[in-house]
């Protein structure tokens, strides 16, 4: 029987990737208490980077946008590991940490992260609502355009 | 009757701006257990924008610590929501973490966010300090020169 | 009588510098319920920085990587001081937040940042795996190569 998050995530159409394999050392996530503290995730789907480059430079504000969803897409498939499967266990969306790949005159963070925030909303409702920061990053791992880790709270 | 550390920020003449409202997809703050996670704050007085530019470049090492003071002001008015108006529900402020907008050979990260650090010795005495990072970015949501967020313990 | 990590110190010949006093207005570390969080940590040893440089420019990705080893090597020299001299009290290292100083163009930030990943898991075996984030800078402190801040479970 699928759960409310799951059925939410069927009528969306959403499918989420693989959540990627613990490094060798380091974890994709570490639970505490009821906090799931998830590292930074990439904009790739099953392992395959989708957005290279730099905002002001070569993407648009739509690819940097659709670069930050992924990244969250990749961040609820750590969380869905966390929670033994279960999405419903979470309980709250506490904070994510948006960090861009940007030239030194952009300024359009907040609509970029946007991407994250808006999915976490679509899926989770007023549970997806949380803190957060947006930050211009003179580069990021692989030449990703967009980097986003998140704090959960779990049942 | 005024509360402590009303009463503190009336002796310090320190005003605090307004809260800014809650975004579409994201919340100023979200509480968990006994922690505030407050959202980036940037230099803003009441909803405007006070010091946009680069250190390093355009801005002086005085108007980035000023910066940093205001993001931190704001921080204290979310918090003051988060406790449902009662700063003295406030038992400690946790962490900072200050970005700053900065050119790449710039080092003075820290004394900037001291404008913030300082302010919260001010008001919350011992409770205060707090752990805190300082680190350069190549740029800022809007063209701000500062933004910090925030762990605070709450009673 | 040396603890179990005091021991494995010994046996992996590892000292750790003295821990950095706290600054004026922010402290190295600050305990809340079981966590502690660490303030940014710099590549200094007993006060003295050892790495200068931006990654991509002047700085080799070894010279990188031992820049983040020292960075975690300060972060675990203030946790022995937030578990009062015992670090057989450190359950988990959560999170560890990396910062490097980079030009627009470097990529290979996680590798920068394996020199404190591997340290943890060497020094606290499973318990020292974590989340982490790794980031470029446009700059950071004093002009150091890395910055590291981490969250630690202690009992």
Chains 1, 2, 3 share one sequence.
């Not at 969306?12 to 994709?28: C, D, F, G, S």
């Not at 996530?29 to 995730?41: D, H, I, M, S, W």
């Not at 963070?109 to 925030?117: D, E, H, L, Y």
Request: hydrophobic share 45%; aromatic share 6%; with cysteine.
């Amino acid at each position: 029987m699928a759960g409310t998050i799951d059925q939410r995530l069927a009528e969306l159409a959403i499918v989420l990737p693989k959540a990627a394999a613990p490094a060798a050392n380091y974890l994709p996530f570490v639970v505490t208490g009821n906090l799931v503290f998830v590292a930074g995730q990439l904009p790739t789907w099953n392992g395959e980077i989708k957005y290279l480059g730099k905002l002001g430079e070569n993407l648009s504000l739509d690819e940097g946008y659709q670069a930050a969803r992924l990244c969250a897409l990749n961040l609820i498939a750590q969380v869905r590991e966390a929670a033994a499967g279960d999405l419903d266990r979470v309980r709250r969306v506490v904070k994510l940490t948006g960090y861009v790949n940007t030239t030194a005159d952009f300024s359009d963070q907040p609509k970029v992260i946007n991407g994250a925030s808006e999915l976490m909303a679509e899926i989770f409702g007023e549970n997806g609502h949380h803190a957060r920061v947006a930050v211009g990053c003179s580069s990021l791992p692989l030449g990703v355009a967009v980097e986003v880790d998140g704090i959960f709270e779990v049942a």
